[in-house]
């Protein structure tokens, strides 16, 4: 019986806000530096009175931020930011309908990362201790992916390219192409499933004869579930710049018949923003290719109104046909949502899918050309130039740009 394998993929998800509630308590302040410099892309929240968050937003590029508290009550104001220290202001009482402006003074800056050294590569630890180079880089690391996370009601509108490529046994010859292109707010790249599912039954599922994959999102790398059964550890080279350090994860134990991830968290060293995740799929998919071809990366790119968003995401995946008098027969369907191959016992082809956000008025990055070969292969992790006019063919296409075609 054939075996299919599928992956679910949101394209965009188009949110709409919610009309504010009569008689709303609102707090409204701007976040600073020591020296009044505003702090774009702070991430603010209300924390009650049992440390739960009620409601988070991001300050804009003055620094300022809105939030609606769900009821009056005795309220604490936590704000935080990329390269400082995290800030827990004094507990303050609402009442009905009241405003509360504040302003928040950030702690001293973090110091570089540039200093951080792997001294041990073997070692990988379980919850790094707090203090520990792990635990102050996976800090900074949160900070960046609880903000994508708040970003995704409020970024503003982009278009959204979708694309869908087909590769050969050999990873050279392009067999197909297609992209679909929506405007709206990408919420995220692609849709994961719920952390505790992906604990309890790992990163592919089969249902009779579908299998589905999963890719670990922000709300996923933040989960408990995902720190429960994941190790973390330094990766000092970066292969595409000296600017970054990583810090990297392995699930805990492998467990037979369930598929995990492992990969690398990309911060830069001098801004601690976060600049890409990177996976693969453990056990390795494949057989005779590269570790790192199947799996995939995600990109971040802070916007100049603070909001943090997916700007790229790829995934790559084996499409299985078996032999048949000698030739390979090709198998496999493809729609918009969903990506099926019929699971042989020879990998005769290769999947790219990708996403890239762009202003809606922005030109979108060129498909490759069928029948072409790339430039270069898309199995090595790789991260665009700013400037790059035109991406490999089979690498992340476009980049987040400003009105005036800047990448951002």
Known sequence: MPHRLRILLAVVALCLGAAPALQAQVVRGQVVTGDSTPVTGALVALVDS?????????????GRFELRAPRAAAWRLRSEAVGFARVMSFPFAMTAGQVVVRRVQLGQATAALGGIEVRDRARCDVRPTEGTQVARLWDEARKSLAAAQASQAGAPPVAFDYDEIEYDSTFVKVRAASRTTTVGRAERGFRSDEPRALRQLGYARRVDTTETYFAPDARVLLSEDFAATHCFRIVADDPSTVRNVGIGFAPVAQREGTLEVAGTLWLDRQTFALDRVEFRYEPLLGGDFPDSTFGGRVHFSRLPTGHVVVSQWVLRLPIYAEADDGRLARSGQTSQMLIRAERREVVAGVKVVRGAARPFEAAPAPLPAVNAAPR???GAPSCPAAD??????GDVGGLVRDARGRAV
Not at 50 to 62: K, P
Not at 388 to 393: D, E, F, L, M, N
């Open 50 to 62: 049992a440390g739960r968050d009620a409601v988070t937003a991001i300050a804009d590029e003055y």
């Open 388 to 393: 790059a006019r035109a991406p490999a063919a």
């Open 376 to 378: 270069r292969s898309v």
